[in-house]
């Protein structure tokens, strides 16, 4: 079973932008959907983005999308969340999470692994 490892988080000011990285190992990659989620304190672990094994297909949560781009290189096991303009309601710990099937979902159940998360903190 895959492992991954999220990296990249940190503080960043309202406005910038800040990338996300995932490593995983242990498994086949590509044959693995991925998804980020985010859990900010006392909410509950929201999707906010996903891509299919391939990298043929994503999805976007609404309060992302438009600034935020999820990708993948398979050839280095990683999968990057690129995020622009970044919101004080963005602030959060951002999970890294692998499905074994092609497509990525929205449904936090629907992934077999976890990440440990990284922090991102966003200054007004």
């Known amino acids: 079973q895959v492992h991954v490892v999220e990296s990249g988080g940190g503080l960043v000011q309202a406005g910038g932008p800040r990338r996300l990285s995932c490593a995983a190992s242990?498994?086949?990659?590509?044959?693995?959907?991925m998804g980020w989620f985010r859990q900010a304190p006392g909410k509950e672990r929201e999707f906010v983005a996903g891509?299919?094994?391939?990298?043929?297909?994503?999805l976007y949560a609404d309060s992302v999308k438009g600034r935020v781009t999820i990708s993948r290189d398979n050839a280095k096991n990683t999968v990057y969340l690129q995020m622009n303009t970044l919101k004080l309601e963005d602030a959060a710990v951002h999970y890294c999470?692998?499905?074994?099937?092609?497509?990525?979902?929205?449904?936090?159940?629907?992934?077999?692994?976890w990440g440990q998360g990284t922090q991102v903190t966003v200054s007004s």
């Open positions: 999470a692998a499905r074994g099937g092609v497509y990525a979902y929205t449904n936090k159940d629907k992934y077999d692994v």
């Open positions: 242990g498994g086949t990659f590509s044959s693995y959907a």
């Open positions: 891509i299919s094994r391939s990298g043929g297909s994503t």
